[in-house]
């Protein structure tokens, strides 16, 4: 009995050694400067905000196909939430729609690189504003190296902001069942969090059990990714016939393998309907995204992103897929209506 009792009391579930751990493995395997760990994506951005002393009347730029609580967070907190509709190849924001909104108020862009896809990031970089990246389902991918050389590996996606928001919600390229490491590429900006950092209360912290979920998932990042690949590679010739499409992938070979996002040249019920009959599942790629939250008002001005909302369906990719059910979506996908 006094084993147990010293188990449990021993055991540790807040912040501690498992999160100091986690943000370690995140600025070796990315090489930023700097990390926290907290308890949501959301309370990351709280954070950034912060950091950037950004005033109330300035415009935080966001994408329509962002998640729902980058608009909520930035309401709650009494910004102007500026929406920009994204390019249907690729489901991102465009310069252009950047560009416009900087000439109406524009403060301060997050971009968020959905579906694993990267964007092209030194045209936003030219516009010369502040940029957050959003790096929660395309982590640990890598841009092309700057010079030019193939041989070379490039930047790893969230080093070209002025912070980074990398969520580990259950969703994510990486999870940790809840919670988000933010960090600063940069010593100037890293030296303004780490003040924040310093001071923030235990109750923003992520909990160890939850770090040390993120930090086995980051060991096992490279095998599971190469497994993403090999069906990404299936599901991609199983469509080639077909009248559907997948996203424009940029930069293919540095892009994180996230899920299988499918533009549907027909409505999304139909063929949710028909993949049911044959035993396969697939949802909205963007059910929990700021145009779903407040569809009625955006959809007149967001006209791309409220397309992909409606078309845009996610078919099941994961590293534990087992073989039979590979081979039935594949011939799912070969068939779709």
Known sequence: MEAVLTCMVDEHLGPG??????????????????????????LALEYVLKALELPVDGGVML?????????LTVEK??????????AEETGLVTVEAAEKAMKEGGRL??????????????????LGIPIIEDISQSALARYP???GDAQKPGKRAG???LYTIFGMEDRDIITAGGGAVLFAPGRREWIILKRLADAAPSTDLMPDMNAALAQVELKEYERNEAVRRELFALYSRAIL??????????SDDGSTVYSFPL?????????KAYAQKKGIEVRQAYENSVIALRQETLAPNCICANSLLLRCALFPLYPRLGKKDAERIVKVLSSLP
């Open 17 to 42: 050694e498992s999160a100091l751990r986690l943000m370690q493995s995140v600025k070796e395997t990315i090489g930023c400067d700097g990390c926290i760990a907290l308890r949501s994506p959301s």
């Open 63 to 71: 994408s329509a196909l962002a998640p729902a609580w980058q608009l």
């Open 77 to 86: 907190l009494g910004y102007k939430p500026m929406v920009l509709d994204v």
């Open 109 to 126: 862009l997050v971009l968020t690189e959905s579906m694993g896809v990267l964007p092209d990031i030194k045209a936003f970089l030219s």
């Open 145 to 147: 190296s700057e010079d």
């Open 159 to 161: 080093m070209y902001g």
């Open 241 to 250: 016939s077909g009248r559907h499409k997948t996203y424009v992938r940029a």
């Open 263 to 271: 533009v549907l040249n027909a409505g999304f019920k139909d063929v």
